[in-house]
């Protein structure tokens, strides 16, 4: 098991290194420090002097992959694309273009993007599957069919169109809770979450619910069911101890992948209701046009995707005996 | 060889017909052609498109599934709604500037700077007619209050539209007789052209069924025909109730009001449909050669060429998707910036960036097909008859094309479907976050974006946000519901209860 994991984390690395190289061309080699310059700096009147400083100040007056006159280290290490990505392997993320620390930022501002993420995701996990599973019960029957259609129907709604129906029909009309704000005080802060948190939640009910009800369907038609009802088991027995056990290992593909995902936000939520989590971050980065945070975020993101992965082969092994980890049989 | 011949003959004419038409055309007309690159690659997959159901149409194993997905009524009513937003969203990729009006003493034809559509000149009346700002659906006056000049001297009131309700001389009175009259008149219409077309469809039941007019009626109208025609034609009557309110009133109102800066808003959304599709189809389009091309390999050749092409697609896919969208749009936005001499008209640098952002999507959704028909190779490898081609000496091209690639179409075609209302409704959030498409190119996730303060006034602007979410919603629910029976279809691990 141990050996297992030793041996994915560092399958890891390529693929990291892959993500950075992939993010160092699109933002230096497609555009040149100097056209990131001129960007920041306004197109015209930029004296040649100015452009230099900004670039030194963010480390980007080496060149990009090979120095001929080093003046540390060799022709390789002395070069934007060597130092910048041995900083993000460190996670030191350096300074963003309005002087604050990167690293720090993020850290700071996790904590929001759980308060909201963590709540959606449990909430929604539990909810979907209880739907499914009721569907799942009245198969192909009317409840069935009208719950599917209900769930296209879900589905095929913009969500923005929740968060901004949301907003006016909660807030506006009926004054329940703020528009949108947040505090570090948890009573207030409870207050500005629960409107994002329903949202986030209505959001996903018909994608999630029609997702468990395939992976429940799919279980029901095999022959350890067929054996269990002519063991003469009740259906309600039959659904919700073994096929929903059953149903884990597909589930658990799709869930555990993401935990490690929540800590990056929901990017449109936490924009429209002003809370300060990572997701309205990287829209405000986006919007402003702040490369050093963009890069960081992918960065993180990358990381965090192939943290989920792992988790979730570990998970495989604690719901299915069957499946065994590392060992060649 | 008679196989390959008639579809490259069908093509060869295809191009030669375009080519004289559109010579032809630039003549009488007087119009010039802009042939935009998303226009060009459009057409290029529709003339696929109609070429595969050329194909498919003698081959029973491909008939098969479309049988049951051509007898579901929800399926085909939503086809018929598709079809109506495809129709508008192909008027609206033919392109062309019209010409000026000639001066004297000139010989050569001048033509207009501004790029216009085929949908656009049949829309004239609810494009060129700006108003000054907002003003409500079928509204004879502007939303807000102004300083109006009269006889009198200086009064604070709603002014008059420039052209909404301007037949009107007493807008109190005179707009609901109108509005109801004209609702009434278009029912009426309705009906006669439901009835027109319903003869003409059971006309053409009977012939081919043989049997005598009484009898196909019976079977339509009481919903027992083969294909669910009764289904469909009422759909049809929906589409066009809309559309002949929509003809009724265009010159006479503003049917969706108009936006902050007196746009007509049913212009606007009409418009979107075609932004909306092109995203839906050209990104599929475009990642579709690399997923099946790079999925087949993997599981096919297996060893080091599987651990490559794995490695591609977890590192792209370890990527948030909507984070490498808003890196390659930023770099593309500084490329753009700084290099303004490449694009000649403002329509055409959008039409490349809406180009692009297609080409993103497709590189952050590919990966999923691509490990599905890895694995699915992996199983078909397996088979006996794969074995017998290798033992007959084919070569690895010839196996992947001919002996694997027919196996795995289903897969393709299932996720090419259900991708599509994933990618409309992405372009409203990408928008929205400031990656979408360009800020002039009009589109739904534009038109929310621009039009999300609105809620906050008071009393509030609905109608821009309204429209934009019908719009888009209608398109979305007819395209799952579509691909809904398709997959159902399709999947051969849904058993069909039959």
């Given at each position: 098991m141990?050996?297992?994991i030793i041996r994915?984390v560092?399958?890891a690395?390529?693929?990291?290194?892959?993500?950075?190289?992939?993010?160092?061309?699109?933002?230096?080699?497609?555009?040149?420090p100097?056209d990131?310059?001129?960007?920041h700096?306004?197109?015209?009147?930029?004296?040649?002097?100015d452009i230099?400083?900004w670039?030194q100040?963010?480390g980007?007056?080496?060149?990009?992959f090979?120095n001929?006159e080093?003046t540390?280290?060799n022709a390789f290490?002395?070069?934007?694309?060597f130092?910048?990505?041995?900083?993000?392997f460190?996670?030191?993320f350096?300074?963003?273009?309005?002087?604050?620390?990167?690293t720090?930022d993020?850290?700071?501002?996790?904590?929001?993007?759980?308060?909201?993420?963590?709540?959606?995701?449990?909430?929604?996990?539990?909810l979907?599957?209880?739907?499914?599973?009721i569907i799942?019960?009245?198969?192909a029957?009317?409840v069935?069919?009208?719950g599917?259609?209900?769930?296209?129907?879900?589905?095929?709604?913009?969500?923005?169109?929740?968060?901004?129906?949301?907003?006016?029909?909660?807030s506006?009309?009926?004054?329940?809770?703020?528009i949108s704000?947040?505090?570090?005080?948890i009573e207030?802060?409870t207050?500005?979450?629960?409107?994002?948190?329903?949202?986030?939640i209505v959001g996903?009910?018909?994608?999630?619910t029609?997702?468990?009800?395939t992976?429940f369907?799919?279980?029901i038609?095999k022959d350890y069911v067929?054996?269990?009802r002519?063991k003469?088991l009740?259906?309600?027995?039959v659904?919700?101890?073994?096929?929903?056990?059953?149903?884990l290992v597909?589930?658990?593909t799709?869930?555990?992948a993401?935990?490690?995902?929540?800590?990056?936000?929901?990017?449109i939520l936490?924009?429209?209701?002003?809370?300060p989590?990572?997701?309205?971050?990287?829209?405000?980065?986006?919007r402003?046009q702040?490369?050093?945070?963009?890069?960081?975020?992918v960065?993180?993101?990358s990381?965090?995707?192939?943290i989920?992965?792992?988790?979730?082969?570990?998970?495989y092994?604690?719901?299915?005996?069957?499946?065994?980890?590392?060992g060649?049989? | 060889?008679?196989?390959?011949?008639?579809?490259?003959?069908?093509?060869f004419?295809?191009?030669?017909?375009?080519?004289?038409l559109v010579?032809?055309?630039?003549?009488v007309?007087?119009?010039?052609?802009?042939?935009?690159?998303?226009d060009?690659?459009?057409?290029v997959?529709?003339?696929?498109?109609?070429?595969?159901?050329?194909?498919?149409?003698h081959?029973?194993?491909?008939?098969?599934p479309?049988r049951h997905?051509?007898?579901?009524p929800?399926?085909?009513?939503?086809?018929?709604v598709?079809?109506?937003?495809?129709?508008?969203?192909?008027?609206?990729s033919?392109?062309?500037?019209?010409a000026?009006?000639?001066q004297?003493?000139q010989?050569?034809?001048?033509?207009?700077?501004?790029?216009?559509?085929?949908f656009d000149?049949?829309v004239?009346?609810i494009?060129v007619?700006?108003?000054?700002?907002y003003s409500?659906?079928?509204?004879?006056?502007?939303f807000?209050?102004?300083?109006?000049?009269?006889?009198?001297?200086?009064v604070?009131d709603?002014?008059?539209?420039?052209?909404?309700?301007?037949?009107?001389k007493?807008p109190?009175?005179?707009?609901?007789p109108?509005?109801?009259m004209?609702v009434?008149?278009?029912?009426?219409?309705?009906v006669?052209i439901?009835?027109?077309?319903?003869a003409?469809?059971?006309?053409?039941?009977?012939?081919?069924?043989?049997?005598?007019?009484?009898?196909s009626?019976?079977?339509?109208?009481s919903?027992?025909?083969?294909?669910?025609?009764?289904?469909?034609?009422?759909?049809f009557?929906?589409?066009?109730?809309?559309?002949v309110?929509?003809?009724?009133?265009?010159?006479?109102?503003?049917?969706?009001?108009?936006?902050?800066v007196?746009?007509?808003?049913?212009?606007?959304?009409?418009?979107?449909?075609?932004?909306?599709l092109?995203?839906?189809?050209?990104t599929?389009?475009?990642?579709?050669?690399?997923?099946?091309m790079l999925?087949?390999m993997?599981?096919?050749?297996?060893?080091?060429?599987?651990?490559?092409?794995?490695?591609?697609?977890t590192?792209?896919?370890?990527?948030p998707?909507?984070?490498?969208?808003?890196?390659?749009?930023l770099s593309?936005?500084?490329y753009?910036a700084?290099?303004p001499?490449?694009f000649?008209?403002v329509t055409?640098?959008a039409d490349?960036?809406?180009?692009f952002?297609?080409?993103?999507?497709?590189?952050t959704?590919?990966t999923?097909?691509c490990?599905?028909?890895?694995?699915?190779t992996?199983k078909?490898?397996?088979?006996?008859?794969i074995?017998?081609?290798?033992?007959?000496?084919?070569?690895?091209t010839?196996?992947m094309?001919?002996?694997i690639?027919p196996?795995v179409?289903?897969i393709?075609l299932?996720?090419v479907?259900?991708?599509?209302?994933?990618?409309?409704?992405a372009?409203?959030?990408?928008?929205?976050?400031?990656v979408?498409?360009?800020?002039?190119t009009?589109?739904?996730g534009?038109?929310i974006?621009?039009?999300?303060?609105?809620m906050a006034?008071?009393?509030i602007?609905w109608?821009?946000?309204?429209?934009?979410?019908?719009?888009?919603f209608?398109?979305?629910?007819a395209?799952?519901?579509?691909?809904?029976?398709?997959r159902?279809a399709?999947?051969?691990?849904?058993?069909r209860s039959k």
């Amino acid at each position: 098991m141990l050996a297992y994991i030793i041996r994915r984390v560092l399958y890891a690395v390529p693929i990291l290194i892959g993500v950075n190289l992939i993010t160092f061309s699109l933002f230096f080699v497609v555009n040149k420090p100097d056209d990131m310059a001129y960007m920041h700096l306004g197109q015209k009147h930029v004296q040649q002097e100015d452009i230099d400083k900004w670039k030194q100040a963010r480390g980007y007056d080496k060149p990009l992959f090979y120095n001929r006159e080093p003046t540390e280290g060799n022709a390789f290490t002395d070069t934007v694309f060597f130092t910048k990505s041995v900083s993000l392997f460190a996670f030191e993320f350096g300074n963003a273009d309005d002087g604050r620390n990167i690293t720090q930022d993020i850290s700071q501002r996790m904590w929001p993007s759980l308060a909201i993420a963590i709540p959606v995701f449990v909430i929604s996990l539990a909810l979907n599957i209880t739907f499914a599973l009721i569907i799942a019960f009245f198969r192909a029957s009317y409840v069935d069919y009208m719950g599917v259609v209900i769930c296209v129907i879900l589905m095929s709604v913009s969500s923005l169109f929740y968060i901004i129906g949301g907003q006016f029909l909660i807030s506006k009309l009926l004054h329940l809770v703020p528009i949108s704000g947040y505090s570090a005080d948890i009573e207030t802060a409870t207050k500005f979450l629960i409107l994002p948190i329903i949202i986030g939640i209505v959001g996903g009910i018909g994608a999630g619910t029609r997702w468990y009800r395939t992976i429940f369907l799919e279980e029901i038609n095999k022959d350890y069911v067929r054996t269990a009802r002519a063991k003469g088991l009740s259906e309600r027995l039959v659904l919700f101890k073994h096929v929903l056990k059953n149903a884990l290992v597909p589930i658990l593909t799709g869930v555990v992948a993401v935990i490690p995902l929540l800590f990056m936000g929901s990017l449109i939520l936490e924009s429209f209701f002003g809370i300060p989590g990572l997701g309205s971050y990287t829209i405000d980065a986006i919007r402003s046009q702040d490369f050093a945070i963009v890069r960081a975020m992918v960065f993180l993101g990358s990381v965090l995707y192939i943290i989920g992965l792992i988790l979730t082969d570990i998970s495989y092994t604690v719901v299915d005996p069957r499946i065994r980890l590392g060992g060649r049989q | 060889m008679n196989r390959t011949l008639i579809p490259n003959l069908f093509l060869f004419g295809f191009i030669l017909i375009i080519v004289v038409l559109v010579s032809t055309m630039e003549e009488v007309l007087q119009i010039k052609f802009v042939p935009l690159w998303t226009d060009i690659l459009i057409y290029v997959l529709l003339v696929v498109v109609l070429l595969f159901t050329i194909q498919a149409r003698h081959k029973e194993h491909l008939r098969a599934p479309w049988r049951h997905v051509v007898q579901r009524p929800l399926a085909m009513s939503a086809l018929v709604v598709l079809a109506f937003y495809v129709v508008i969203g192909l008027l609206d990729s033919v392109h062309f500037r019209q010409a000026l009006q000639a001066q004297e003493g000139q010989t050569e034809t001048q033509h207009s700077g501004e790029v216009v559509s085929l949908f656009d000149v049949l829309v004239t009346p609810i494009r060129v007619r700006h108003e000054k700002s907002y003003s409500a659906p079928f509204a004879a006056y502007l939303f807000s209050k102004e300083t109006i000049e009269t006889p009198e001297g200086q009064v604070r009131d709603y002014p008059r539209l420039l052209y909404g309700g301007h037949h009107l001389k007493n807008p109190a009175q005179d707009r609901m007789p109108n509005l109801v009259m004209g609702v009434f008149l278009s029912f009426v219409f309705t009906v006669l052209i439901l009835l027109a077309v319903s003869a003409v469809v059971i006309w053409i039941v009977a012939r081919r069924h043989k049997t005598s007019f009484a009898d196909s009626m019976n079977a339509v109208t009481s919903g027992n025909s083969r294909v669910p025609l009764r289904a469909m034609l009422l759909t049809f009557a929906v589409i066009c109730f809309f559309v002949v309110i929509g003809v009724m009133f265009a010159d006479k109102y503003h049917i969706l009001g108009t936006d902050k800066v007196g746009n007509d808003v049913l212009y606007l959304s009409l418009k979107s449909i075609r932004t909306g599709l092109v995203i839906g189809t050209l990104t599929t389009l475009i990642m579709l050669p690399f997923a099946v091309m790079l999925g087949i390999m993997a599981g096919h050749y297996r060893g080091w060429i599987d651990d490559v092409i794995q490695y591609i697609y977890t590192t792209l896919n370890s990527i948030p998707g909507v984070l490498l969208i808003a890196a390659a749009i930023l770099s593309l936005q500084v490329y753009m910036a700084n290099n303004p001499e490449m694009f000649d008209t403002v329509t055409e640098r959008a039409d490349l960036r809406l180009l692009f952002l297609c080409i993103i999507l497709g590189i952050t959704s590919w990966t999923g097909l691509c490990r599905l028909l890895r694995g699915e190779t992996f199983k078909i490898s397996q088979l006996d008859y794969i074995e017998a081609a290798t033992a007959f000496g084919t070569g690895h091209t010839k196996t992947m094309v001919r002996h694997i690639l027919p196996n795995v179409m289903h897969i393709v075609l299932i996720a090419v479907v259900l991708d599509f209302s994933g990618l409309v409704l992405a372009e409203a959030v990408l928008s929205y976050v400031g990656v979408g498409v360009d800020p002039i190119t009009i589109s739904w996730g534009n038109m929310i974006n621009s039009a999300r303060l609105e809620m906050a006034r008071d009393p509030i602007v609905w109608w821009s946000l309204a429209a934009a979410f019908v719009f888009m919603f209608t398109l979305v629910l007819a395209a799952n519901l579509f691909s809904d029976a398709v997959r159902d279809a399709f999947d051969p691990r849904i058993t069909r209860s039959k």
